[in-house]
Every structure is written in C-alpha cells, then in structure tokens.
C-alpha cells in the first residue's frame, strides 16, 4: 500500500495528457537547490539523494547546487555544484550557510535551462533561487523539511521566531507546491499559513535494510547490555532541538523505577559530550549507517523521540521497520507514523520527561505489549516504498510545471 494524502485527486498524468499530449512525458530538468547535500548525514539529505538517483533512472536530468565541504559524510547521487559558503557560527559550525546563487554557479544554471526548481532550505541561496524562478518563468517548488523558526527557542532567542515563521510564509507561498513529509505537518504548514499548494512527499525505507532479522544479542552483550535489559533507544544528530533534556530526564525517571532500563545514543553532533554527562551509565555508539544502523535499531528494545521539530520522523520510520515500538512527541511527524496505544506511545511535549517516562514504563513493564505493538509497527512501515512516493512526487512535479503562474 502507496502512502498517499487522504485528499486524492484524479491522475495528474491523465490530466495532463488531455491539456499538453506532446510535451507531458518529456524528461525534465530539475535544478535542486539544498542547504546540505553531501557533507552532514542527515534525514533530508537521505530523501534528496534518493530523489535524485530515483530521477536520473527514470531519465530526467537533474543539477544540484548546495554548499560543499572538504569532508563529506557520503557518496552523494548525481552532479553537484558547489555554493560558496561559510560555517555557521556558534555551535552548529557543522552546517554552512550558502552566500547565494552568481558567478559561476549561475552561469550553470542558465546554460542547463531548467524546467523546474525545487529548493530544499529557504535560505538565501534558495531565495535567490526562488527570484531567478519567477524572473525566468520558471516553475518553482519547495520540500519542507525542518521547522526552522523553531530553533531558535533552543538557542536563546525564542523573541525571534515570529520572524522567521513570517518570512516562511512569504518564501513558500510564492512557490507552486510546497511538499510536506507527513500529513500531519502538511495540516500544521496549512494552520500557520505556510504554503499555498500544500502535497506529500512522504519519506520510504528500505525493507532488505531495515528488518527485525538484523536482531543481534552478541552485539548487545558486547556493548554491556544483559539479555533481560530493556534498551530505549536514541538516533540522530546530538543537537538540543532532538529533546536530549527530555529523553535523558524520561530515562533517568524510567531507570529509577526499574534498574533494568538502559539507554543507548546512535549518533553524533556538538551536544554529544553534555548528552553523554546526562546519561552516565547510556552506551554510546557513535554515527552508524546503512546494515550497523540497523542492527542497532533491532538490538533495542524500544525507540524514544522526544524531537517536536521533526517534520516526518524518518528514525521513527527505520525503528518500526525494525519491529520496534516508540515513544514519541505527539507532533507533528510522529503523528503520521505512531498510532497511540497501537505502535507504541505519544506523549505532549508539554509533559515533559515526567510524561515520556509513564509511557515508558508501560512498555518497559510489558515484553508481550512490546512485541504486539511492535509487530503491528512493522506491519504499518511497510506501508511507505521509495519508488512509488518518488513517481507520484514526478507527477506532481509535472502538474506544476504545466499550472505554473507565469509572470506578466
């Protein structure tokens, strides 16, 4: 089964066929402008990369243009063209900041003609982007990935959110789709008027990569673990808008009632020593990918995320496809792949680790609740296959193209 938006449409093909039937499958040329391509492991750069190797097997050409880095975290998919830029500052310095689309990354840009933008970050290479869009009558879309007027009540400077949410507005509203990853952040982009054209782009995993077959007590033992402990597990960039706080706190709490409970942190990032002093007795296993990521999640016993900026949870994804119940933050993400008291557990973030932790121990006080809710999280994941969100996103692809507002 396709995950879809529950407001379908006739095809778009069909549609399109009857309005443009010489030009409709003609390959497209799709300039990709992203923030991070290559060079940080993240959940956004796995979806434009299986983007765009999805597009080029399907015959469509494709130019990404993102910062780049000396060091790069894998080996991306497609052409890439670098954007001058510079490190952010403070303490995500592993993140760059494009310095904007000229000189020689727009001089590709016109000689590739492109049929479509698509712009990943609003950032001023993407706003940039999104200008050089309406000028040349281009048509222009977005994937929303990250709630960034959320960051900055994490840093210190909750006075400047309403800033940036205004300017999202304005960035997004101008493109002819927006695609959110989940429905239930597509409904949040929709109440705070972000967006015109709202659609999905959900998120797939990989089944062969992804299995409770990659189960290992071996590994377990080896990292300390006993047979009956129960381990919560954590994935992700250690950066605070993850909810280290919360997911150290519930741990503490949970561990506190039952001994047994024990944390282990998949993942790497500028919080990881103070994650670390907030969990003394949690195993930390360091950035793993592909089959040892996998591995991890099957070894756990149950999967916390306490993020509330996640705009689709593609750890969430990976843990159920590893059998694993969860623990999330009922927000937006979460909402679309747990099923309260079916797959696990969502709590309001408001309740904090006192919250998450009743939750937990629901689930840490039951090995027959975990398997039931694990299996029927298994069973849900299998419900979300690249190849056919990936066609669906060219046909929406093409329906922009063909409806693009032109400029007078």
Known sequence: MTYMSTMPHPSTLDRLAEREPATVLEPLRVALF?????????GPVRALNKLVAHLLKRGHEVLIFAPTSARHSLPYEGELVSISSLPLPGSRREYRLGLGL??????????????????AAPDLTGFMALKYAEKNAVAPVASFHTRFDTYPRYYGARWFEKHVTNYMRNFYGRCEHVYAPSQSMADELRADGIGREIRLWARGVDA????????????????????????????GRVVREKGLD?????????????????????GDGPELARFQAMLPDGVFAGYLEGPALARAYASAD??????????????????????????????????????????????????GPEGYAEKLKTLVESASL??????????????????????????????????SRRPH
């Open 302 to 351: 149950i999967f916390f995320n306490p993020s509330i900026t996640e705009t689709f949870g593609n750890v969430t994804l990976e843990a159920m496809g590893c059998g694993l119940p969860s623990v999330c933050a009922a927000a937006s993400g979460s909402l679309s792949l747990v099923e309260d008291g079916a797959t696990g557990f969502l709590s309001p973030p408001g309740a």
């Open 370 to 403: 975990r398997r039931q809710y694990g299996a029927a999280a298994l069973h849900k994941s299998r419900q979300f296959e690249w190849a056919a969100i990936l066609d669906r996103l060219i046909e929406d692809y093409r329906e922009a193209i063909a409806f």
């Open 246 to 266: 919360d997911f150290a706190g519930a741990v503490r709490l949970a561990a506190e009632k039952d001994p047994k409970v024990k944390a282990l942190a998949v």
């Open 208 to 235: 062969e990569i992804f299995s409770p077959a990659r189960r290992d007590l071996g590994w377990r033992r080896a990292l300390g673990f006993a047979d009956d402990d129960v381990v919560v597990l954590f994935v």
């Open 102 to 119: 000229r000189g020689e990354p727009l001089h590709r840009l016109n000689a590739f003609r492109p049929t479509l933008i698509h712009i």
């Open 34 to 42: 992203a923030g991070n391509y290559n060079y940080v492991m993240d």
